[in-house]
T-cell receptor
Framework: EAQVTQNPRYLITVTGKKLTVTCSQNMNHEYMSWYRQDPGLGLRQIYY???????DKGDVPEGYKVSRKEKRNFPLILESPSPNQTSLYFCASSLYRGGETQYFGPGTRLLVL | KNQVEQSPQSLIILEGKNCTLQCNYTVSPFSNLRWYKQDTGRGPVSLTIMTFSENTKSNGRYTATLDADTKQSSLHITASQLSDSASYIC???????????FGAGTTVTVRA
């Protein structure tokens, strides 16, 4: 089954404790991205990757890091989480940027205390 | 700044009734416009994708329309079902850099 998976689905952590949210897709997509979703604001792009070893900032990259060492994986790293990073996070992938349907993961709900 | 605005913010309809959601955008030039359905607690799922040359596209009981001249799109839900209760998100893709601009969504609640 073609899908995007994220782990963990739910996470409670404390300020300053580094965490990683994993994302994996099995569709051989070149384009992957991370979004956060907050009430009333809609989805906002954090980072995106056009291909392996190619990443770029989205609209709200501060406080986040990403890497793309393999085509299928695109982890999101919070080096020192803060309460304002409490949000619902989605990973998404598509064959390439802009022209094809994006497939979204199930989401990771993060609470930073 | 490229923006996508959706209205209404939320609506409640009775099962079996129709409803129409609106999306106005300023993205220009644009490549394509998409509507997504997002069930509570889940990731968005694509409903329709329309290029600038398409006026209408259907997916079952969902019909999207596009007027590229006025920069407006609508999503019409026919004979609503309880399973249509969700948030509907309009996304516009810029033609030059393929940047995605998301609307804040319309929350639809279908009641029996």
């Amino acid at each position: 089954e073609a899908q995007v998976t994220q782990n963990p689905r739910y996470l409670i952590t404390v300020t300053g404790k580094k965490l990683t949210v994993t994302c994996s897709q099995n569709m051989n997509h070149e384009y992957m991205s991370w979004y956060r979703q907050d009430p009333g604001l809609g989805l906002r792009q954090i980072y995106y990757s056009m291909n392996v070893e190619v990443t770029d900032k989205g609209d709200v990259p501060e406080g986040y890091k990403v890497s793309r060492k393999e085509k299928r994986n695109f982890p999101l790293i919070l080096e020192s989480p803060s309460p304002n990073q409490t949000s619902l996070y989605f990973c998404a992938s598509s064959l390439y940027r802009g022209g094809e349907t994006q497939y979204f993961g199930p989401g990771t709900r993060l609470l930073v205390l | 700044k490229n923006q996508v605005e959706q209205s209404p913010q939320s609506l409640i309809i009775l099962e079996g009734k129709n409803c129409t959601l609106q999306c106005n955008y300023t993205v220009s030039p644009f490549s394509n416009l998409r509507w997504y359905k997002q069930d509570t607690g889940r990731g968005p799922v694509s409903l329709t994708i329309m290029t600038f040359s398409e006026n209408t596209k259907s997916n079952g009981r969902y019909t999207a329309t596009l007027d590229a001249d006025t920069k407006q799109s609508s999503l019409h839900i026919t004979a609503s079902q309880l399973s249509d209760s969700a948030s509907y998100i309009c996304v516009v893709i810029h033609r030059d850099d393929y940047k995605l601009s998301f609307g804040a969504g319309t929350t639809v609640t279908v009641r029996a």
